[in-house]
Nanobody, 115 residues
Framework: QVQLVESGGGLVQAGGSLRLSCAAS????????MAWYRQAPGKQRELVAS???????NYADSVKGRFTISGDNAKNTVSLQMNSLKPEDTAVYYC?????????WGQGTQVTVSS
């Protein structure tokens, strides 16, 4: 069993910054990829950014140049630095972890960007 614990969500004005963090605990052997997804009310969940154990990083086009994903393999954590936030970034952000034979989701953390 693996637990993903997220932190860092909150309320910020447009143009501001937030940093989200996710820590994986439990049996983390075989962790391959971690990612951040988000889901706004009435919208489907979408991939924001991902980082693989080998270092490959991918971003959604909507956040390129504004968000940065990073990981710490020793601590089994992943962070998302969000700069130049826009109201359309408002959503619940979910941490995701992919293992050799299983996947896990965090509980989600609310990010609200006011105009």
């Amino acid at each position: 069993q693996v637990q993903l614990v997220e932190s860092g969500g909150g309320l910020v004005q447009a143009g501001g910054s937030l940093r989200l963090s996710c820590a994986a605990s439990g049996n983390t052997f075989g962790l391959n990829t971690m990612a951040w997804y988000r889901q706004a009310p009435g919208k489907q969940r979408e991939l924001v950014a991902s980082i693989a154990s080998g270092g490959r990083i991918n971003y959604a086009d909507s956040v390129k140049g504004r968000f940065t994903i990073s990981g710490d393999n020793a601590k089994n954590t992943v962070s998302l630095q969000m700069n130049s936030l826009k109201p359309e970034d408002t959503a619940v952000y979910y941490c995701f972890a992919n293992f050799i034979r299983r996947t896990y989701w965090g509980q989600g953390t609310q990010v609200t960007v006011s105009s």
